[in-house]
């Protein structure tokens, strides 16, 4: 088996531990209070997000660029909840705490009741439109994310899996990178989050003593970090493979959606299928080196076959 040595790339609950509590103290921690805001630009027209900013693989926050959404200026938890509190969700699925079903209502009192000191709330990756689809409304296309490819290989319903991510103020989302070379296309609904970003080529090693080399990642170019917050109407887009962590400077929603690059269509698929030809022509090993993984890629593998319409028990449709 080959072990990954970037340990920014490692799935296992130490690695990730060990990256996070780099932001807390240390080299990492440091550099982040210093490190640059991202480009910020305003009034940017969808030629120029092309030219200036997705053909070069450059990363920007359109600021305002969705501040005449209704969702942008009516939305909060309790507007939510009021609108579809029946909707059941999964409530804390960040990696390494117990995740729990609960309506979303309960989720919002859940979160009401726990002001103060208590590990914040937050409820992860909420794909909305298997159960609150008459949001959706709310959260228009955006015109600069049309050329999501996914369209094309997958078919309308499988490229429009957005998702809400609505937390409590304190909550993390821990660094990582998106599956698939997708690229991040974010747009911040209600409340404000600090987004932490490196570059694609960031790598964590180790030093002499087996330890995490932080001081060596935030010397090396190649880790551009930057850090800023996304508010209200603002739209984050960051290329492929970006590394990102977010905290939550107040209770929040935004939405996550992703969009494939036509340039990144032969990795894409590449990945997935990786992912597929592991998991059925190696089981035996992959559950054994990734456990936390293999439910994951189970749960996102049925996820597609299902937006498909695909017929699991027929190989040619
Ligand atoms: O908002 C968050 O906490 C995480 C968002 C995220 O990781 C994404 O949109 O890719």
Same mark, same amino acid.
């Given at each position: 088996?080959?072990?990954?040595?970037?340990?920014?790339?490692?799935?296992?609950?130490?690695?990730?531990?060990?990256?996070?509590?780099?932001?807390?103290?240390?080299?990492?921690?440091?550099?982040?209070?210093?490190? $640059?805001?991202?480009?910020? @630009?305003?009034?940017?027209?969808?030629? !120029?997000?092309? +030219?200036?900013?997705? !053909?070069?693989?450059?990363?920007?926050?359109?600021?305002?660029?969705? #501040?005449?959404?209704?969702?942008? +200026?009516? %939305?909060?938890?309790?507007?939510?909840?009021?609108?579809?509190?029946?909707?059941?969700?999964?409530?804390?699925?960040?990696?390494?705490?117990?995740?729990?079903?609960?309506?979303?209502?309960?989720?919002?009192?859940?979160?009401?009741?726990?002001?103060?000191?208590?590990?914040?709330? =937050?409820?992860?990756?909420?794909?909305?439109?298997?159960?609150? $689809?008459?949001?959706?409304?709310?959260?228009?296309?955006?015109?600069?994310?049309?050329?999501?490819?996914?369209?094309?290989?997958?078919?309308?319903?499988?490229?429009?899996?957005?998702?809400? %991510?609505?937390?409590?103020?304190?909550?993390?989302?821990? *660094?990582? +990178?998106?599956?698939?070379?997708?690229?991040?296309? =974010?747009? #911040?609904?209600?409340?404000?989050?600090?987004?932490?970003?490196?570059?694609?080529?960031?790598?964590?090693?180790?030093?002499?003593?087996?330890?995490?080399?932080?001081?060596?990642?935030?010397?090396?170019?190649?880790?551009?970090? =930057?850090?800023?917050?996304?508010?209200?109407?603002?739209? *984050?887009?960051?290329?492929?493979?970006?590394?990102?962590?977010?905290?939550?400077?107040?209770?929040?929603?935004?939405?996550?959606?992703?969009?494939?690059?036509?340039?990144?269509?032969?990795?894409?698929? @590449? +990945?997935?299928?990786?992912?597929?030809?592991?998991?059925?022509?190696?089981?035996?090993?992959?559950? @054994?080196?990734?456990?936390?993984?293999? $439910?994951?890629?189970?749960?996102?593998?049925?996820?597609?076959?299902?937006?498909?319409?695909?017929?699991?028990?027929?190989? @040619?449709?």
């Amino acid at each position: 088996m080959v072990i990954e040595n970037n340990l920014l790339r490692r799935h296992d609950q130490e690695s990730i531990d060990r990256v996070e509590n780099g932001f807390r103290v240390g080299p990492l921690a440091e550099a982040v209070r210093s490190a $640059p805001t991202l480009e910020t @630009r305003r009034g940017l027209s969808k030629s !120029e997000f092309e +030219q200036q900013y997705r !053909e070069q693989l450059r990363p920007v926050v359109l600021a305002g660029f969705a #501040q005449d959404w209704t969702s942008v +200026q009516t %939305w909060s938890p309790e507007h939510l909840a009021a609108r579809c509190g029946d909707a059941e969700v999964t409530m804390d699925s960040v990696r390494g705490t117990p995740s729990r079903r609960v309506a979303f209502a309960e989720f919002v009192e859940l979160m009401k009741a726990n002001e103060g000191d208590a590990e914040p709330l =937050h409820l992860q990756e909420w794909y909305y439109q298997t159960n609150a $689809p008459q949001l959706a409304a709310e959260l228009p296309e955006l015109d600069i994310a049309q050329y999501d490819f996914r369209r094309n290989l997958y078919g309308e319903k499988a490229s429009t899996n957005h998702q809400l %991510w609505v937390g409590q103020r304190g909550g993390i989302t821990r *660094l990582h +990178q998106d599956s698939y070379m997708v690229d991040v296309m =974010h747009v #911040q609904i209600f409340g404000t989050k600090r987004w932490y970003v490196m570059g694609p080529e960031a790598k964590l090693g180790a030093d002499a003593d087996g330890e995490p080399d932080f001081a060596a990642l935030v010397a090396a170019e190649d880790t551009r970090l =930057h850090h800023f917050d996304l508010k209200p109407g603002d739209v *984050l887009y960051l290329p492929a493979n970006w590394y990102h962590r977010i905290e939550l400077l107040s209770n929040s929603i935004g939405l996550g959606r992703k969009c494939l690059d036509e340039k990144n269509l032969a990795m894409h698929i @590449r +990945q997935r299928m990786n992912e597929m030809l592991a998991l059925i022509l190696n089981y035996d090993e992959v559950a @054994r080196t990734h456990p936390e993984l293999v $439910p994951v890629l189970l749960t996102r593998s049925r996820a597609w076959a299902n937006r498909m319409d695909l017929d699991l028990s027929r190989l @040619r449709p």
